[in-house]
């Protein structure tokens, strides 16, 4: 069954989130945040419905697919073990449960046009969410100290590493991405945050990978390295003359631990107690070890970390504290939240993942670097590939939007990555004892392809409509330039809708 209003439903599945600049601390009760949640489930489920369905099973996806779905219905054990408040454990699942649907929605064969509007969506959605959530945090407040944290948006490592794909995976720029990877760096600089800049370093590192053929060609990473160098100089001079105040507070924050009483940098240390305080509960008693303390479970600042907040807290000052919204770091969260059972399947589930796309990704394009759909794993790895570098310094599905979008890049990139798999050459394994000196001829694999050769029915066995013609990098390509996009129901003899 085919359905004319996919690329409608797509748009309003990923725009509207992006205007939830208030993230996780709106009160669920405002009507303006639960109307943007509702917009994007329903037409998530809307996508669900009419979206294509893989015919031969991965077991790639299958692995993925199981473990969202203990993260996010085995939280319903920890609810009832636990008997968390119910607003607090619904306010802080709804992210998780928005990734999963997200997921959900994106792991289809979809065609090439569908594929298209998917990628054009996510990118003008994480533009409107940088820009909105800036101009609203700066409205928030007068000071500068106030608001930093306030206008970062919960997808800027994300649209950066799309951008870094443009740049130096495909060597594409344009004014428009140079002005909007420019914005974000400013935004990075003006925030102050040291995790954001050390994820910016990370993504571009993972990009150089992603293009350089081996380790020794990496020198021929010169020229887009000296562009993203002249725009992080030259946005940082932009960034020291309009906001003065910005290079002091840089210094204190590099040389926090020195003034420190203590000698140690406090934001680091609030951290570790935070950390500490939920691996406590945790690993209190078996049955919080195995299923966890549950989503929207409170929890406190530990004082086994009090004598390095010497000079700032004190034990009266921390005891007072209670949080239950999702913590500042990803990892010990889900081992907090869902335990050894339902918490922590899904982030090494991610990682694996995003490991075996990675060297799929750049297996494939040493082998059939023509191949149709390579760049849209190429772009899903950066944009999924931000969700670890967040999560240095903040928990990534803690916000509504970054949920859904991060969720959408996992399903673009198993969802590609299976359909690569079944038609571009695998891996040889290499034989348990060495071969036998008489030769033999090898049998052609069915839906496999030769190395460094290429197949006339390439296009066909993926679903795409165009034939293979140039490299896929060399011809312009993907969300970000402009071309002629092929027609909505182009390839209709392969793909149903």
């Known amino acids: 069954m085919r359905h004319k209003y996919a690329t409608p439903w797509i748009w309003i599945f990923l725009l509207p989130l992006a205007l939830d600049y208030q993230g996780t601390d709106a009160n669920p009760a405002h009507f303006a945040p639960l109307l943007l949640v509702l917009l994007s489930m329903a037409a998530g489920l809307a996508l669900l419905l009419i979206a294509p369905r893989f015919r031969v099973p991965s077991r790639l996806r299958s692995v993925v697919t199981i473990s969202t779905l203990l993260c996010v219905f085995g939280s319903i054990v920890s609810q009832l073990a636990q008997g968390n408040d119910t607003g607090n454990y619904l306010h802080t699942l709804l992210p998780f449960v928005l990734f999963m649907l997200g997921y959900f929605v994106a792991s289809r064969p979809w065609s090439e046009y569908r594929l298209a509007q998917f990628e054009k969506a996510l990118f003008l959605a994480s533009v409107i969410s940088l820009v909105s959530t800036f101009f609203y945090g700066m409205a928030a407040s007068g000071g500068l100290d106030e608001v930093r944290l306030r206008i970062v948006s919960v997808t800027l490592l994300g649209l950066q590493g799309v951008l870094l794909h443009e740049f130096v995976v495909a060597r594409r720029f344009s004014f428009y991405t140079v002005a909007a990877f420019a914005a974000t760096v400013l935004v990075e600089l003006v925030s102050e945050t040291r995790s954001l800049l050390v994820g910016t370093g990370l993504l571009f590192l993972l990009a150089t990978a992603l293009r350089a053929p081996t380790i020794r060609r990496i020198r021929h990473m010169l020229a887009p390295g000296l562009v993203v160098g002249a725009v992080l100089a030259g ?263």
Request: with cysteine.
């Open 235 to 497: 946005t940082g001079g932009i960034a020291a003359w309009s906001f003065p105040d910005v290079a002091q507070q840089w210094t204190q924050h590099i040389f926090a631990s020195g003034e420190a009483v203590s000698g140690k940098d406090p934001t680091a240390i609030a951290r570790q107690s935070e950390m500490r305080n939920q691996y406590d509960q945790v690993t209190s008693s078996a049955s919080t070890l195995l299923f966890g303390e549950g989503y929207g479970h409170e929890y406190r600042y530990s004082p086994v970390h009090l004598p390095g907040l010497a000079g700032q807290f004190t034990e009266e000052d921390l005891n007072p504290i209670h949080e239950w919204a999702a913590g500042h770091n990803f990892w010990v969260y889900q081992l907090f939240a869902g335990g050894l059972v339902f918490g922590i399947g899904m982030p090494l589930a991610m990682l694996a993942a995003l490991a075996i796309c990675f060297f799929s990704y750049r297996y494939w394009r040493a082998v059939v670097p023509e191949a149709p759909l390579l760049p849209v794993l190429g772009r899903a790895i950066m944009l999924f590939a931000a969700l670890p570098a967040t999560s240095i310094g903040g928990n990534p599905l803690g916000p509504r939007f970054s949920g859904l979008v991060f969720g959408v890049a996992l399903g673009l990139m198993i969802a590609t990555h299976a359909r690569l798999q079944r038609a571009l050459p695998a891996r040889a394994k290499r034989p348990a004892w060495p071969p036998q000196q008489c030769s033999a001829a090898m049998p052609d694999l069915p839906g496999r392809v030769h190395p460094g050769m290429g197949r006339s029915d390439l296009a066909v066995t993926l679903g795409m409509s165009h034939p293979v013609g140039a490299p896929s990098e060399s011809k312009p390509s993907g969300a970000l330039v402009p071309r002629n996009s092929p027609a909505p129901h182009a390839n209709r003899p392969t793909i149903a809708r």
